[in-house]
């Protein structure tokens, strides 16, 4: 895919491959090596390709591939975990939610990436275990600047998600929410919802929200619920960004272990994060724009893998929906 958008608008990216996860496991027993991580603190821009999978699940074990990606989030302090939601109509009959309830859906959801309960201490004994969930108010701020900013340029409607009712770090979350968004942007509407009640109103009402910021863990688990909006895992992208330009971006989804191997995952989330990759560290947006157009396209046309294939449609592979959404560019 850049490949293709290099020859057609006259640009040069120089590609690293580094191993991260599981592979990294089995070529240096870390899950995270330091050439990888110095190669992507070289680099404009990181694109990773999901870790985990049966082979390294051991409860047991003391080195796990999601550290590895856990770890490169935190080096590369990527907080911001930006992941938009959109439904294509041709794809309504490939989501599970009723289809006028998915008229207008466009949503994104902005997901702390680096903090909370993920990145706590951990404790294990014989009969108790211990997850530490910690934030920051500086953490909290600047996640709702990111937020509050994105729905400033959009329908200026921000929805913050916590459990205030019970956990201590969500009363401080939801503190620090009124007090920022009343002070330094009054002219944004903000609703503020309990996680449960936002599973659900996700559901019922999608096409209300606009962007909904929330921490680490929840934005984790409403983000897959919120695929079945759009009707597949294997649709939505990611980008996660920090201080500066260089970002992260990789599909939401995992390394999908249930169809390994038989090429016929959906790579729509990755090549969309390849587009928010261009527009948001490249700053190449009418690049972006022509991937994100041929996918559609592809897509309007029929292109459908098994995923998103219904009513007899054909399902096509990995490589050929590729080939599909190359032939638009
Ligand atoms: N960012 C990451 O690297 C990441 C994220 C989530 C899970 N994981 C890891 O992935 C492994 C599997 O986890 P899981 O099964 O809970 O989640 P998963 O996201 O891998 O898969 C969930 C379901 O969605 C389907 N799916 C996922 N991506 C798809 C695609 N592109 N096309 C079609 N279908 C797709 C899978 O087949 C599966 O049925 C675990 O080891 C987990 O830790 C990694």
């Given at each position: 895919?850049?490949?293709?958008?290099?020859?057609?608008?006259?640009?040069?990216?120089?590609?690293?491959?580094?191993l991260?996860?599981?592979?990294?496991?089995?070529?240096?027993?870390?899950?995270?090596?330091?050439?990888?991580?110095?190669a992507?603190?070289?680099?404009?821009?990181?694109?990773?390709?999901?870790?985990?999978?049966?082979?390294?699940?051991?409860p047991?074990?003391?080195?796990?591939?999601e550290?590895?990606?856990?770890?490169?989030?935190?080096?590369?302090?990527?907080?911001?975990?930006?992941?938009?939601?959109?439904?294509?109509?041709?794809?309504?009959?490939?989501?599970?939610?009723r289809?006028?309830?998915?008229?207008?859906?466009?949503?994104?959801?902005?997901?702390?990436?680096?903090?909370?309960?993920?990145?706590?201490?951990?404790?294990?004994?014989?009969?108790?275990?211990?997850?530490?969930?910690?934030?920051?108010?500086?953490?909290?701020?600047?996640?709702?600047?990111?937020?509050?900013?994105?729905?400033?340029?959009?329908?200026?409607?921000?929805?913050?998600?916590?459990?205030?009712?019970?956990l201590?770090?969500?009363?401080?979350?939801?503190?620090?929410?009124?007090?920022?968004?009343?002070?330094?942007?009054?002219?944004?509407?903000?609703?503020?919802?309990?996680?449960d009640a936002?599973?659900?109103?996700?559901?019922?009402?999608?096409?209300?929200?606009?962007?909904?910021?929330?921490?680490?863990?929840?934005?984790?688990?409403?983000?897959?619920?919120?695929?079945?909006?759009?009707?597949?895992?294997?649709?939505?992208?990611?980008?996660?960004?920090?201080?500066?330009?260089?970002?992260l971006?990789?599909?939401?989804?995992?390394?999908?272990?249930?169809i390994?191997?038989?090429?016929?995952a959906?790579?729509?989330?990755?090549?969309?994060?390849?587009?928010?990759?261009?527009?948001?560290?490249?700053?190449?947006?009418?690049?972006?724009?022509?991937?994100?157009?041929?996918?559609?396209?592809?897509?309007?046309?029929?292109?459908?893998?098994?995923?998103?294939?219904?009513?007899?449609?054909?399902?096509?592979?990995?490589?050929?929906?590729?080939?599909?959404?190359?032939?638009?560019l």
């Amino acid at each position: 895919m850049l490949e293709r958008i290099a020859d057609r608008h006259g640009h040069r990216f120089d590609f690293d491959e580094r191993l991260v996860g599981g592979a990294a496991i089995d070529a240096t027993g870390q899950p995270l090596p330091a050439d990888t991580v110095a190669a992507c603190r070289d680099s404009h821009a990181v694109l990773l390709g999901a870790v985990g999978g049966p082979k390294w699940s051991d409860p047991g074990a003391a080195v796990r591939p999601e550290q590895g990606l856990l770890a490169l989030r935190a080096v590369l302090g990527v907080f911001a975990n930006l992941r938009p939601v959109r439904v294509i109509d041709e794809l309504r009959a490939a989501s599970p939610i009723r289809a006028d309830l998915l008229d207008g859906v466009d949503l994104i959801v902005v997901r702390e990436l680096t903090g909370g309960i993920y990145f706590g201490d951990k404790h294990r004994d014989a009969d108790s275990a211990t997850d530490v969930c910690t934030y920051q108010v500086h953490e909290i701020e600047r996640i709702l600047h990111v937020a509050a900013r994105l729905a400033r340029s959009r329908r200026g409607r921000l929805c913050s998600v916590d459990k205030a009712n019970v956990l201590e770090t969500s009363r401080l979350w939801r503190e620090t929410t009124d007090r920022l968004i009343a002070t330094e942007y009054p002219d944004i509407t903000l609703e503020t919802l309990l996680v449960d009640a936002a599973a659900m109103h996700l559901l019922s009402r999608p096409a209300d929200f606009d962007v909904i910021v929330t921490e680490n863990m929840f934005g984790d688990i409403l983000t897959d619920e919120a695929s079945m909006l759009a009707g597949s895992l294997g649709l939505l992208p990611s980008a996660s960004l920090g201080d500066s330009k260089r970002g992260l971006y990789e599909p939401i989804h995992g390394s999908a272990p249930d169809i390994a191997g038989r090429g016929t995952a959906n790579p729509t989330a990755t090549i969309m994060s390849v587009a928010m990759l261009l527009r948001h560290s490249l700053s190449l947006d009418e690049e972006a724009l022509a991937i994100e157009s041929a996918v559609r396209t592809a897509i309007t046309k029929g292109a459908r893998t098994a995923d998103i294939a219904t009513d007899g449609e054909t399902a096509l592979s990995t490589d050929q929906f590729t080939e599909a959404v190359l032939a638009e560019l």
